[in-house]
């Protein structure tokens, strides 16, 4: 089978709204990749949010990180504007998340977010977006408007052959846990936020 083949689509309807699910293979069984959709999204211009897999913040409503709060926020946009949610499985930007905990311990010593990836012995960040181009063109999107406050994310679609007509932010309000972390991804990442 394929990296990245379609494996199942079921109903999901969710306090968000009504959408669909898909899996997705991502080379490992238990962890496919996914994908929450409107029913009837169209192939004109499609609202995308690529989301990157966080447990601590998506599930447990960590505040160390704004996951969990750029999750819900694409959801709701989604679930009233329509548009397409993917969730790719690579936890901790990449390294884990029993790394992305060790991370949580230096940065508790002092290191950001970056500078603990470092220490770690990682790069800032090992996401790639590949999955989620492959994903579009299963569903026959060539135009989206990328929900994202992430200069890297646009950069993946150059040359994707999916073209980003606009960039919808996700605005999320920072609280005193996570003040520091959003300063170094605008400081040290250039996210736009
Ligand atoms: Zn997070």
Redesign the pocket.
């Known amino acids: 089978m394929p990296l990245f083949s379609h494996l199942v689509s079921s109903r999901l309807p969710s306090k968000y709204g009504h959408f669909v699910m898909d899996a997705f293979d991502s080379g490992r069984e238990e962890q496919p990749h996914l994908v929450l959709r409107n029913a009837g999204i169209g192939t004109d211009v499609v609202n995308v949010r690529v989301h990157s897999e ?1 447990i ?2 998506d599930v447990f409503g ?1 505040t160390r ?1 704004d ?1 969990g709060e750029q999750l819900s926020a694409s959801l709701n946009y989604i679930a009233e504007h329509g548009g397409v949610l993917i969730y790719l499985r690579q936890e901790g930007r990449g390294i884990g998340l029993v790394n992305k905990l060790k991370a949580y311990n230096l940065q508790d010593e002092g290191f950001d977010t970056i500078v603990a990836n470092h220490q770690l012995g990682f790069a800032t960040d090992l996401r790639s977006y590949e999955a989620a181009i492959v994903i579009l063109k299963h569903f026959a999107i060539q135009r989206i408007n990328l929900m994202t406050n992430n200069p890297e994310k646009l950069d993946a679609f150059e040359n994707s052959g999916i073209h980003v007509e606009s960039r919808i932010p996700v605005v999320i309000s920072p609280v005193a846990d996570n003040e520091r972390y959003l300063q170094t991804k605008k400081d040290g990442m250039g996210h736009m936020i």
């Open positions: 966080c601590t913040g960590s990180c996951c």
